[in-house]
C-alpha cells in the first residue's frame, strides 16, 4: 500500500506583498488621504483618515474620522468618534477618546518616580 504524502506535490506561494504604501515625508500641500487603511508614520502638511489606522501622525492639519491613532502631533486637528493614545495638538475640535491625557499623564510620571525612589539601593 503506497503512502499518501509520497503522492502529493508540494507548491511554494510566495508571499503576500502589501498593495500600497505610504511615504514617510510627503512635501507637496495635497493631503494625505487614508481610507480603511493603515500605515505606520505618517508625516504631511495635511492628513485625512476614515476608518484607518496609524501608529504616528505627525502633521500641521488632521481631519480623523472613526480611526486609531497611537501617537498624534498637529497645530490643528478635528477629530469624529476616534481613539488616541497621545494627542498632542494646539486646537482640537470634536469627539475623541485620549487614552493617554494630562491628568493620567501626571500619575504615571508620579507612579514612575515613587517606585524608582522605593526601589533604589538603600546605603
Keep these: 500500500m503506497a503512502d499518501a504524502s509520497e503522492n502529493t ?7 503576500i ?3 500600497k504604501a505610504i511615504p514617510v515625508d510627503i512635501p507637496s500641500a495635497d493631503p ?9 508614520v505618517i508625516e504631511a502638511e495635511s492628513v485625512k ?3 484607518s489606522a496609524a501608529f ?15 501617537i498624534v502631533r498637529s497645530e490643528s ?15 482640537v475640535k470634536g469627539n475623541v477618546t485620549a487614552v493617554f491625557t494630562p491628568v493620567t499623564a501626571a500619575i504615571v510620571g508620579g507612579a514612575i518616580v515613587i517606585g524608582m525612589w522605593l526601589i533604589r539601593p538603600r546605603r
Design 9 to 15: 506535490e508540494q507548491t511554494w506561494e510566495p508571499p
Design 17 to 19: 506583498e502589501p498593495t
Design 32 to 40: 494625505v488621504c487614508l481610507q480603511q487603511d493603515c500605515a505606520q
Design 49 to 51: 483618515m476614515e476608518q
Design 56 to 70: 504616528t501622525v505627525l502633521a500641521d492639519d488632521v481631519d480623523i474620522t472613526d480611526s486609531a491613532v497611537f
Design 77 to 91: 486637528a478635528r477629530v469624529t468618534d476616534s481613539i488616541a493614545f497621545i494627542l498632542a495638538s494646539n486646537e
